[in-house]
């Protein structure tokens, strides 16, 4: 499985990003996918996860509201997306996508240890 992220860059305070990861390697549309981030010193934490079909979403509490995940699981796509607005100098981290080695219910998508996959990081930087 390969998971390629993309989009990142330097914004503004209250701009916006949308951030892809590009899967290859497997089935994508069978599996749920995340997001997380890593501020510098910081421990990487959860941003966002969808389910397979992107009916079920579930977002961290700093992002609720601002940020939204979204798939296309066309075969010519297989992307998922973050596309983030308002965006604050907080939000200043690596961004990288994830995706479980395995089936798991949306609720262990929130724990980055349960994930098998992970995307090269894009690095999103906010400024005041």
């Known amino acids: 499985v390969q998971l390629q992220a993309s989009g990142g860059g330097l914004v503004q305070a209250g701009g916006s990003l949308r951030l892809s990861c590009a899967a290859s390697g497997r089935a994508f549309s069978n599996y749920a996918m995340g997001w997380f981030r890593q501020a510098p010193g910081k421990e990487r934490e959860f941003v966002a996860a969808l389910n397979w079909n992107g009916g079920s979403t579930d977002y961290a509490d700093s992002v609720k509201g601002r940020f939204t995940i979204s798939r296309d699981n066309a075969k010519a796509k297989n992307t998922v997306y973050l596309q983030m607005n308002s965006l604050k100098p907080e939000d200043t981290a690596v961004y990288y996508c994830?995706?479980?080695?395995?089936?798991?219910?949306?609720?262990?998508?929130?724990?980055?240890?349960?994930?098998?996959?992970w995307g090269t990081g894009t690095l999103v930087t906010v400024s005041s």
């Open positions: 994830a995706a479980p080695a395995r089936h798991l219910p949306m609720a262990s998508m929130g724990d980055w240890r349960f994930m098998g996959y």
